[in-house]
């Protein structure tokens, strides 16, 4: 990841990154349901440009949640004073309990014969659950956001680099 040569960040830069990862990982986990959805009450297989895009996003969000950890572990410890600590501490955490769930909810889509009503709730509520899982680096973006046109050059550019760094597949 380029990021990852940095040698440091200063906040802005920190808070553009949890913007990325924060957009990024909600944005594939609502994939994620999306192709699921196509995919309503078909056997496995008869559909599969939409079970590979499905796929693609599941699997994309355990690839974020990589990269997110190697990014919280480089940078987390020197964010302590940063306005939004609590995106650090227990940062590991929470991408243990996501990944744990993720892996869950991946075998049991791989262990489907068929897409059903009841796989797509399973899917939804672990959905819920990472989502809430990361709400405090969701609010922290999202609070970053609301300054619009007045953010930080520095906040745009580490945003969009490590954007770039979570579409590397």
């Not at 440091?8 to 349901?33: H, I, Q, R, W, Y």
């Not at 009503?117 to 990472?130: F, G, K, R």
Request: net charge negative; aromatic share 8%; glycine share 4%.
């Amino acid at each position: 990841m380029r990021i990852l040569r940095y040698p440091a960040l200063n906040e802005p830069e920190f808070m553009g990154c949890v913007s990325a990862f924060s957009d990024s990982l909600t944005s594939a986990l609502e994939a994620t349901k999306s192709f699921l959805g196509r995919l309503h009450a078909q056997p496995k297989g008869a559909a599969f440009a939409f079970e590979m895009q499905l796929d693609s996003h599941r699997y994309g969000v355990m690839l974020i949640l990589e990269r997110w950890g190697e990014f919280v572990n480089q940078f987390g410890p020197h964010m302590a004073a940063i306005k939004h600590a609590e995106v650090v501490k227990d940062a590991a955490l929470r991408i243990q309990t996501a990944e744990n769930l993720m892996v869950r909810t991946n075998r049991l889509i791989d262990a489907a014969a068929q897409y059903t009503p009841e796989l797509e709730q399973a899917v939804d509520q672990a959905v819920i659950t990472i989502l809430r899982t990361f709400s405090q680096e969701r609010a922290a973006a999202e609070e970053m956001s609301a300054l619009g046109p007045m953010l930080p050059d520095e906040f745009r550019e580490a945003r969009r680099v490590f954007l770039a760094d979570l579409d590397q597949r």
